[in-house]
């Protein structure tokens, strides 16, 4: 299956402490974004790669998150000194630009919960 | 800026009959609207997707959507509902233009009854 992967797909935490999540894209995407989705919420947009480049980030994301793409393929998502709110589920989409459909292709996530 | 407005919070329907979810959209320009669907503890599954062609879409699963500009809607509807349709439903907007992020609502959560 050539599809987008994430890992893990679920973490639990303690308050305080450090996470690191791991993204994969379909091989040939150039974009690559990062959304949050609460508990009876849909998704809210984190942030978003283009190659290697990090070209937007949300209000959303504090200083405690940091993202990377390095050489423009698989990214990480760090959170640093977790926090209750932060308990989520993490989503990675990838998708090909240009393309006229601008469609996303998602990933299963990576559900943290911070105790 | 864009935004979706899901209608319904809940859904239930009984099996075999007619499915609606509702959506209204705001975009400054030609849209890009997707349907997504997401089953308990399943990643995000494209439904189908408007991107300025036939405004009436068909998806996967017999579902099928009509783009009304005059309406700013995209309603998602299905003849006939199966259990398997039992499932959490996002109608999302693309930005048009930079990122081309999504947009998503608050979800409508579609319950089917025996």
């Known amino acids: 299956d050539t599809g987008v992967s994430q890992d893990p797909r679920h973490k639990i935490t303690k308050r305080g402490q450090n996470v690191t999540f791991r993204c994969d894209p379909i091989?040939?995407?150039?974009?690559l974004y990062w959304y949050r989705q609460t508990l009876g919420q849909g998704p809210e947009f984190l942030t978003y790669?283009?190659?290697?480049?990090?070209?937007?980030k949300s209000r959303l994301l504090s200083d405690r998150f940091s993202a990377e793409r390095p050489k423009g393929s698989f990214s990480t998502l760090e959170i640093q000194r977790t926090e209750q709110g932060d308990s989520a589920m993490y989503l990675c989409?990838?998708?090909?630009?240009?393309?006229?459909?601008?469609?996303?292709?998602f990933g299963p996530g990576t559900r943290l919960t911070v105790t | 800026a864009q935004s979706v407005t899901q209608l319904d919070s809940h859904v239930s329907v009984s099996e075999g009959t007619p499915v609606l979810l509702r959506c209204n959209y705001s975009s400054s320009y030609s849209p890009s609207l997707f349907w997504y669907v997401q089953h308990p503890n399943k990643g995000l599954q494209l439904l189908l997707k408007?991107?300025?062609?036939?405004?009436l879409v068909k998806g996967i699963n017999g579902f099928e959507a009509e783009f009304k500009k005059s309406e700013t809607s995209f309603h998602l509807t299905k003849p006939s509902a199966h259990m398997s349709d039992a499932a959490e439903y996002f109608c999302v907007v693309s930005e048009t233009s930079g990122t081309y992020k999504y947009i998503f609502g608050t979800g409508t959560r579609l319950k089917v009854l025996a």
């Open positions: 989409a990838s998708s090909l630009a240009p393309s006229g459909s601008r469609e996303q292709y």
């Open positions: 408007y991107t300025s062609a036939a405004t």
């Open positions: 091989s040939e995407h150039n974009r």
């Open positions: 790669f283009q190659n290697e480049a990090q070209l937007e």
